[in-house]
């Protein structure tokens, strides 16, 4: 078992910038890959991006070169910084953890006035 606490979401003017956290306890050796996955207003989740235990990206292509994805092995911490954001990030944030099976968080609301 896999326990994930986000943090760090909110309201943020279009242009601006905000970081999201999630922390991760439990069986925690075992995760591989942790990233953020985001669910818009009547819109399905959809990944936002990933990191490997090796430090190997992945991003959605609307969130290139403005959101960055790092990983605390020590702290067994991901974070999301989002730079530039923009009305159409808005959404619910979840976290996720992969290791035999995949684990969300709660989730985190992220909104973006235009």
């Known amino acids: 078992q896999v326990q994930l606490v986000e943090s760090g979401g909110g309201l943020v003017q279009a242009g601006g910038s905000l970081r999201l956290s999630c922390a991760a306890s439990?069986?925690?050796?075992?995760?591989?890959?942790m990233g953020w996955y985001r669910r818009a207003p009547g819109n399905q989740r959809e990944l936002v991006a990933t990191?490997?235990?090796?430090?190997?990206?992945n991003f959605a292509d609307s969130v290139k070169g403005r959101f960055a994805i790092s990983r605390d092995n020590a702290k067994n911490t991901v974070y999301l910084q989002m730079n530039s954001l923009k009305s159409e990030d808005t959404g619910v944030y979840y976290c996720?953890?992969?290791?035999?099976?995949?684990?969300w968080g709660q989730g985190t609301q992220v909104t973006v006035s235009s």
């Open positions: 996720l953890a992969l290791e035999r099976y995949p684990y």
């Open positions: 439990g069986n925690i050796f075992s995760i591989n890959l």
């Open positions: 990191i490997t235990s090796g430090g190997n990206t």
